[in-house]
Each structure stands twice: as C-alpha cells, then as structure tokens.
C-alpha cells in the first residue's frame, strides 16, 4: 500500500535550520508530486509547497519564499524540507502528503493529497 | 488567494445523528478541485471526499459531498464514534493551495 514516513521529532533553536525527511514506498516515485503542509497548535491547515518528484522542479508558497527548499532524492524514493530562519512561529507538526500525477506536466492532475505522512514536530525553543 | 470559510466553527450532535457541513470559497472553484479531510486527535489528516463528491478508496457510504461554485457541502448521513472528528475543506487546483478552518464535530 502506498505510505509516507517521516522522520522524528525536532528540537531547534530560534535561527537555526531543520530538514525533514518523508520515504515513499508503494507507488512509482516519479510519477507525483509531493506536498508539505504544516499545522501551528490549534491552527488550520497551510500549505508551504510542493514539487515534482520526476523533474525536480518547485513551487512554494510565497509566505515561505526564501526559507523553504524542497528537494528529492529519487534513489531514495524521498523528498527533503529545509526551513531556515526559525522562529518560535515556526513551531508546527509538518506533514508531508502525495498530490498529482505529473505524467501530464503539470501535476495538477488528480491534486488531491493522500495519502499523508504521520506528521514530524518541530519545535522552536532558546 | 483562495480564502476558504468553513461553518460552523462546531457541531454538537448525537452518534447516529446527521451532520452537514459547510464550505465557502471566496472566488470560484472547479469541482474537480475540491476535497475533504478528516483530521482525528493526534492524527494527520485523512482524504474523505475528492472532486467534490468522490469518496476516497476505503470511505463508507455515510460520507458524501455536493456542491459547485462557491458552496460546497459536506454530509455524515449516521454519525459513527469515530466521526467525531475535525472536518477540512481544500481546494486543490489553484496555487496556492488552500485549506478552511475546520468544523470540529463533538459529541453533545
């Protein structure tokens, strides 16, 4: 079946940078493109970027331009988020989830997100 | 962007009893491009409802979705236990992506 894990819990201090990793396995890789969400405690849903497993190429949310990069490994069948700059606003659980299919070139294709991974906390804190 | 108004903030309602909510959007959305979460405590949000009115693979029956435009709607026909939940609508077809703010559905 198709599932998304992430990597654990983090700690970090304000300025500091955290990557967060999220493994695919049950699906081709390539063929997708991967989705970062993060929740705030008690806050809604926001979506920070996305890209195209297949070509590498990204879109982020212009809230986070030029904090968040979004890479993939596809060797390894997983997408990397590295939010620099941190703030204790930053304190999030950060989601990855799967979105469209990317065979036609623009991903936007059945851009629904599922599945999600389980989540990864990060927490800013001096 | 796309501004997405959820209503109501929360839902007090009986197991067995029917829930309806809703979802605005501030300019129109395709309905091939709306979907429905349901994020239970401690848990990541799970896809309910895409394009509007398609249940997910594994979603029972009691769920379903309609609407187009601006207004969508969302309806738990029984409530099970594990209904009582956070709702999200998202539309997905325009970035950036966006999501409501939920409607928390609780157990009166």
């Known amino acids: 079946q198709v599932q998304l894990v992430q990597s654990g819990a983090e700690v970090k201090k304000p300025g500091a940078s955290v990557k967060v990793s999220c493994k695919a396995s049950?699906?081709?890789?390539?063929?997708?493109?991967m989705h970062w969400v993060r929740q705030a405690p008690g806050q809604r849903l926001e979506w920070m970027g996305w890209?195209?497993?297949?070509?590498?190429?990204?879109k982020y949310s212009q809230k986070f331009q030029g904090r968040v990069t979004i890479t993939r490994d596809t060797s390894a069948s997983t997408v990397y988020m590295e939010l620099t700059s941190l703030g204790s606003e930053d304190t999030a659980v950060y989601y990855c989830?799967?979105?469209?299919?990317?065979?036609?070139?623009?991903?936007?294709?059945?851009?629904?997100?599922?599945?999600w991974g389980q989540g990864t906390l990060v927490t800013v804190s001096s | 962007e796309i501004v997405l108004t959820q209503s109501p903030g929360t839902l007090s309602l009986s197991p067995g009893e029917r829930a309806t909510l809703s979802c605005r959007a501030s300019?129109?959305?395709?309905?091939?491009?709306l979907g429905w979460y349901r994020q239970k405590p401690g848990q990541a949000p799970r896809l309910l409802i895409y394009?509007?009115?398609s249940r997910a693979t594994g979603i029972p029956d009691r769920f379903s979705g309609t609407g187009s435009g601006t207004d969508f709607t969302l309806t738990i026909s029984r409530l099970e236990p594990e209904d009582f939940a956070v709702y999200y609508c998202?539309?997905?077809?325009?970035?950036?992506?966006?999501f409501g703010g939920g409607t928390k559905v609780e157990i009166k």
């Open positions: 049950g699906y081709t890789f390539t063929r997708n493109a």
């Open positions: 998202q539309q997905y077809g325009t970035s950036p992506f966006t």
């Open positions: 394009g509007a009115s």
């Open positions: 300019q129109s959305v395709s309905s091939t491009s």
């Open positions: 989830a799967r979105g469209g299919d990317c065979s036609g070139g623009s991903c936007l294709s059945k851009n629904w997100f599922d599945p």
């Open positions: 890209i195209n497993a297949g070509n590498g190429n990204t």
